[in-house]
């Protein structure tokens, strides 16, 4: 390979954008923008997604060549559901097991148990008319499973880091001292992907040391999955953290923990430890957990 070439695909790769996705909670719409739920804060973004789902749902962010867009709804929205109270100018149509109050095409007059069609916007639900029928389509016969399987996917990187102190979160970086506390926050991934009676085989954190201090940082997991406004819970035994950096083995009961319930892992005190936080390092606190279901 000629170093001209080499150069060429080296720049090439460097030009394709990085794209990052997290979900939060729709508000409303504002035109070609949205108001959504970030964490403990409301923050207004450019949508370019086809439909919008109804206040409350999760919306799918993506950060485009260094702007966070809305590109829908982060889970689908039903095309069909059962009217189950009437109303006007609105009526509560159930599908999913979820109940949607939506208007209705003013030439369809809702009737309880009315099978229904649903269209989504931008401009949210419309409930079009009774269709005559619901699918009638059958189910190939299931099979046995094929047994238990090992899984080691990409490792699950946090969404925000920060550490707490007298004032509050007032730093990115992940502190284990006498005055401040430090956590890694992952969303719901964990949760989302690991099944809940997944027997848990490995574990380890990707730590990026700016300092490694005093004594062995109070390793914990906690109960936030994103940035709460004051101080993160923690839960179970205290692990103390070798002062050490890069890939660190940690108890698997921990993610037992995570596996089921929102949450992230941090320090709870200790010595003096700093590490570089997600705004420096996307891998820091990240998990590579290996599972088998």
């Known amino acids: 390979m000629s170093e001209n070439f080499a ?19 729709f508000v409303a719409r504002d035109g070609f923008q949205a108001q959504v739920n ?30 966070v867009v809305i590109t829908g709804p982060a889970r689908p929205l039903p095309g069909i559901g059962v009217i189950t109270a009437t109303g006007s100018p609105r009526a509560t149509v159930t599908a999913w097991g979820v109940a949607y109050s939506l208007p209705y095409r003013s030439g369809y007059t809702p009737v309880l148990s009315d099978n229904v069609d649903i269209s989504w916007s931008g401009d949210g639900g419309v409930i079009q008319g009774k269709v005559t029928a619901t699918s009638n389509v059958v189910a190939p016969e299931t099979t046995p499973p094929a047994g238990l399987r090992t899984y080691n996917p990409d490792p699950f990187t946090a969404v925000d880091s920060a550490s707490f102190g007298p004032y509050g979160w007032n730093t990115r970086d992940v502190w284990s001292s006498n005055s401040y506390i430090g956590a890694w926050f992952y969303g719901s991934k964990i949760r989302d992907t690991i099944p809940d009676t997944a027997r848990i085989l490995s574990a380890a954190i990707y730590l990026n040391p700016r300092q490694l201090q005093g004594a062995a940082p109070n390793f914990r997991y906690h109960t936030s999955g994103t940035r709460p406004g004051g101080a993160v819970t923690f839960g179970g035994t205290t692990f103390a953290l070798p002062l050490v950096g890069g890939w660190t083995p940690v108890p698997l009961a921990f993610i037992d923990f995570l596996k089921v319930n929102p949450g992230g892992v941090g320090f709870n005190n200790g010595g003096y430890s700093i590490y570089r936080g997600t705004q420096a390092d996307q891998l820091s606190g990240a998990l590579d957990i290996s599972w088998e279901a």
Do not use: C, D, N
């Open 38 to 67: 970030v964490g403990e804060s409301t923050v207004t973004l450019p949508f370019v997604g086809m439909y919008l789902p109804p206040a409350g749902h999760p919306v799918q962010l993506e950060q485009r060549g260094g702007e």
């Open 7 to 25: 150069r060429r695909v080296t720049a090439a790769l460097a030009g394709i954008p990085t794209i990052g996705s997290k979900t939060a909670v």
